[in-house]
């Protein structure tokens, strides 16, 4: 279509560059025509003006003539007067004749006519009157003065007509220099558009045999190539007859593919190939096939060896041969097509043990932007459909408890490719609160990047509530055991006190008179050394019981820590009888700090007395006290027994004690109520131990900018 456009372009660039040149052709002859007509009009000017000054000159020739005949009186000058007075007649005609189309010529010669005539008739007068006297010098002066003023008359209207001759003169040229001009410009403006359609056809010319040789270039590299892809194709291709459903061609590789040889494909039709129970369909198909159509399908075909064969076909309807045929490109499916097969089974499969479990399976791409499968326990748990699932992957969260829903949405960003478990509860919309337990993990590709997601979401509500009253039931077996282990250790804590009290009640009832002085106040210290084990004991229980049910009061005030520290440290070896030795050093002075003060006793009572309780005697306790940034740090170091690791996770519960302690006297207490009074401050604790080296209990305590009193 193009190319055609292009010859037309062509055939009319020619055809109007002709039409062009013959216009100017003829338009540039018929100016030189119009040119020679000015030109010979302008010659004729001339022609008329030259006659004019004829009649002119031989007037005055005839005049001068007589005058020199008058004057010198030789005969000779009677010729030149004759010769003159015979042409002005004929002149005269003629100029008539030559101004014959001017009428205004006319009318002039109209008026020359009598004067030429009258000035002719004085000088024949003139001459005759000089002939018969010569000595009549008036008359003679009279005709001159008469023929003087005929020959201006005669001159004025001889000037005028070469005025207007003259002027006419001008314009012709004038006219003719114009014509001219168009006619040069007329021609140079039509060679040059001539020039240009004629440069334009030849480039269009020029182009339309570079592109046929392009395209036959292209045709004759097509042709190549579709040869060498034909046989090169890593697929069966072949092209048969349309009309006939004969086989026209093949390749190597059909020929392999189906078993036959190329001078058996070559008698073969398309019907040879097709399932006897098939041919009528496919006959339907190419017979109702619009043409130039390209077809794509799926066909059963039959080799050589009689192996039935499922193969995709893409064929194009082309001319091969000056015949319309089809190209058929064939692939052989028939081990995809069973391995399809076989995945729709596996998912039938999968789909029945998924429709048929009691929780729910669930499977999305890599950003949860899509839920690819759910299975319909979805509907059942949370109470909506799975379409509105498909339709908003996050729509699951909506009904997800408000309180567990941010923690759920960042574990499913963090864990993106990564396996996780959580758990959370849902609000059903009855407003039934369920347990969730999920389970993720990521679905990697043949290249080991993760583009899925799958898991299994379980109601764990009835575990959960199992679980909780299995906490409770264990709870009460521990609180059971604990209120037994306190009942024993009070029975035997306060018993042992009491006991000491009593029998030194009675001593100093009984003895008081028999013995010294120093005997009775150690009794008395007996009393009052078991008074404060009891109170201590005391102390710590309602420490306990009320941090337990969250009455312990924490009310910090401003303390003196150095002297605090300093005055526990005096009273325990005070009441000490085994002498330990307790070194107080304060690295960084604390003399302002905001703590509690009964809460702060506890800590370092318990610290010291079980740093003497579990050293030797006569054995050197140290304690360090340091400040630095608002805070307190409280460091208790003994020789004692030490504490052996595997008791350390249990270190600061209550009524625990070490399984080296032997017969050491304890409650299993003191640390548990440090670790209370430490947690109230927002401090922490620390203990570095090796048995039978000692240990190193480490405290540090902040406090704020303005003691405030808390109740906790």
């Not at 037309?8 to 040149?21: D, P, Q, R, S």
């Not at 009964?598 to 579990?614: E, G, Q």
Request: with cysteine; proline share 3%; charged share 30%.
């Amino acid at each position: 279509m193009k190319w055609l456009l292009e010859k037309k372009i062509v055939a009319g660039g020619l055809g109007l560059a002709m039409l062009i040149l013959s216009i100017v052709s003829i338009v540039s002859y018929h100016n030189m025509n119009r040119l020679f007509e000015r030109q010979k009009k302008v010659e004729y000017t001339y022609q008329v003006l030259q006659e004019v000054r004829d009649v002119l000159t031989t007037v005055r020739d005839a005049e001068r003539a007589r005058r020199g005949y008058i004057i010198t009186g030789k005969e000779l000058y009677l010729d030149t007067y004759k010769t003159s007075i015979e042409n002005i007649n004929p002149k005269f005609q003629e100029l008539r004749r030559s101004t014959a189309d001017n009428a205004k010529h006319q009318q002039r010669l109209d008026i020359l006519e009598p004067l030429i005539a009258e000035r002719v008739a004085l000088i024949e007068k003139s001459v005759e009157l000089y002939k018969k006297n010569k000595s009549n010098a008036a008359v003679q002066i009279s005709l001159t003065d008469r023929g003087l003023m005929l020959h201006d008359a005669i001159w004025k209207e001889i000037a005028q007509m070469e005025s207007e001759e003259r002027s006419l003169l001008l314009r012709r040229a004038a006219e003719s220099q114009e014509s001219f001009r168009e006619t040069i410009l007329m021609d140079i403006t039509g060679s040059c558009l001539s020039f240009a359609l004629l440069f334009a056809v030849y480039w269009l010319l020029i182009r339309q045999i570079t592109k046929r040789e392009k395209v036959e270039q292209n045709l004759r590299e097509s042709e190549l190539r579709y040869r060498n892809l034909f046989e090169v194709n890593p697929h069966p291709l072949w092209v048969y007859d349309l009309e006939t459903l004969a086989f026209i061609t093949v390749n190597d590789l059909a020929i392999k593919h189906y078993g036959y040889s190329q001078a058996e494909f070559l008698t073969m039709t398309m019907k040879d190939i097709h399932l006897p129970e098939d041919v009528p369909a496919f006959l339907e198909i190419i017979s109702t096939l619009p043409r130039g159509v390209k077809r794509v399908a799926i066909e059963r075909h039959i080799k050589r060896d009689g192996t039935i064969i499922d193969v995709e076909i893409t064929s194009h309807e082309l001319i091969f041969g000056g015949r319309r045929a089809r190209l058929v490109l064939a692939c052989d499916i028939t081990e995809e097509k069973q391995a399809q097969d076989a995945l729709r089974t596996s998912e039938e499969k999968f789909r029945q043990i998924a429709e048929n479990i009691h929780e729910i399976f669930w499977m999305s791409d890599a950003d949860l932007k899509e839920v690819l499968y759910v299975n319909p326990v979805y509907e059942k748990i949370w109470g909506r459909s799975c379409e509105s699932l498909y339709a908003n992957p996050k729509s699951f969260l909506e009904v997800v408890h408000p309180e567990d829903r941010e923690r759920v949405v960042v574990n499913l960003e963090k864990n993106a490719k990564t396996e996780f478990e959580i758990e959370y509860r849902l609000v059903k919309p009855d407003g039934v609160i369920r347990w969730i337990c999920d389970r993720a993990f990521p679905i990697k590709n043949a290249a080991g990047e993760v583009y899925r997601r799958a898991g299994v979401t379980e109601d764990v509500t009835e575990r959960k509530q199992a679980e909780e009253i299995r906490r409770t039931l264990e709870k009460e077996r521990e609180l059971s055991e604990l209120k037994l282990r306190f009942f024993s250790m009070a029975s035997h804590e306060f018993r042992t006190p009491l006991s000491t009290i009593l029998i030194s009640a009675q001593l100093l009832e009984n003895c008081t008179k028999e013995w010294p002085k120093e005997k009775t106040l150690k009794n008395i210290y007996r009393i009052q050394g078991a008074a404060k084990t009891m109170t201590q004991l005391l102390t710590d229980i309602l420490t306990l019981t009320r941090a337990e049910a969250g009455k312990l009061e924490f009310n910090p005030e401003p303390l003196n820590l150095d002297s605090f520290c300093q005055h526990i440290v005096e009273e325990i070896e005070l009441s000490d009888r085994t002498k330990s030795r307790i070194t107080f050093t304060s690295k960084n002075p604390c003399e302002q700090a905001c703590l509690d003060e009964k809460l702060l006793r506890s800590i370092v009572t318990n610290l010291l007395a079980n740093a003497i309780k579990y050293s030797p005697s006569n054995c050197n306790i140290y304690f360090t006290l340091s400040c630095e940034a608002r805070k307190a740090i409280l460091q208790v170091q003994d020789q004692g027994i030490g504490i052996p690791l595997e008791d350390r996770p249990k270190l600061y519960q209550a009524f625990q004690r070490g399984t080296n302690v032997g017969d050491v006297v304890g409650t299993g207490l003191g640390l548990a109520v440090v670790k209370k009074c430490v947690d109230l401050h927002g401090g922490s604790i620390n203990v570095e131990s090796e048995v039978g080296v000692g240990s190193t209990f480490s405290v540090t305590i902040p406090w704020a900018g303005e003691c405030e009193s808390y109740d906790l």
